[in-house]
């Protein structure tokens, strides 16, 4: 259990990191790998389009897809809405935050509306499946 510990916290400490970097040096990762890609023959990933971003944002929308059907395959178990009110209500905040420090796109504030429904109506879920105790795990 030990490792599992060590394990989990390293990786949340390098998902953090990670998560940073993308948001304060958003073309970073992409600069870094284009730099070493010839080393290996490949070619460089585009800035725009379908590119790097596109693999983390269906990755996030496969996740939230699964926590949903979770909620509903397992409807006493609190720990899918609360998690799914973490992401939902962190996309809506970090959409804002982009909005205002970024650039006021609507896409940006669409998504802090629609995001932060979703994560109020799951928070309202967990508080509710969680008051009622039907659930015995975290």
Known sequence: ???????????????????LIF?????AALIFFNRISGYFGLPEASFEGAGFYLTLA???????????ILMYRNPAQHIYPFLLTHAKLASSILSLFLFFIYQPYLIFFANFVVDGLIGLAALYFYLKIRKTGLSGNA
């Open 1 to 19: 259990m030990s490792l599992y510990k060590l394990f989990s916290l390293f990786a949340a400490g390098i998902f953090a990191v990670v998560g």
């Open 23 to 27: 948001l304060f040096f958003p073309d």
């Open 58 to 68: 269906v990755a996030y929308m496969y996740l939230v897809t699964l926590l949903a």
